[in-house]
Nanobody, 127 residues
Framework: QVQLVESGGGLVQAGGSLRLSCAAS????????MGWFRQAPGKKREFVAA????????LYADSVKGRFTMSRDNAKNTVNLQMNSLKPEDMAVYYC????????????????????WGQGTQVTVSS
């Protein structure tokens, strides 16, 4: 059974940085497209970033482009989200998601695209 466990969330001042990690088990991560989503209180879960199986393709939400970087290490079964220049509006619970795909370049950007989800990690940004 695929399990995803996020870590790295916490409290940071505006302008600061955090690095989120997602550790996968029960699967060969190289067969999965991966994504990061976030959900703030009272809001829908929204796309943040996604990466292809190979790591060669990435996509970002406009709101985080240029500030966040998603990467993966298939040998370690982990994906990461480096978040720089954090803003109060980035505050949310961040979720890692996975879906097995055939295409090595497939990048998935909607909640319904993904089959597996982690439990989330809280990111709090103080102004």
């Amino acid at each position: 059974q695929v399990q995803l466990v996020e870590s790295g969330g916490g409290l940071v001042q505006a302008g600061g940085s955090l690095r989120l990690s997602c550790a996968a088990s029960g699967c060969t991560l190289s067969m999965y497209a991966m994504g990061w989503f976030r959900q703030a209180p009272g809001k829908k879960r929204e796309f943040v970033a996604a990466i292809s199986r190979s790591g060669g393709s990435t996509l970002y939400a406009d709101s985080v482009k240029g500030r966040f970087t998603m990467s993966r290490d298939n040998a370690k079964n982990t994906v990461n989200l480096q978040m720089n220049s954090l803003k109060p509006e980035d505050m949310a619970v961040y979720y890692c998601a996975a879906r097995p795909v055939l295409g090595i370049s497939a990048v998935l950007t909607t909640v319904s695209d993904y089959d597996y989800w982690g439990q989330g990690t809280q990111v709090t940004v103080s102004s």
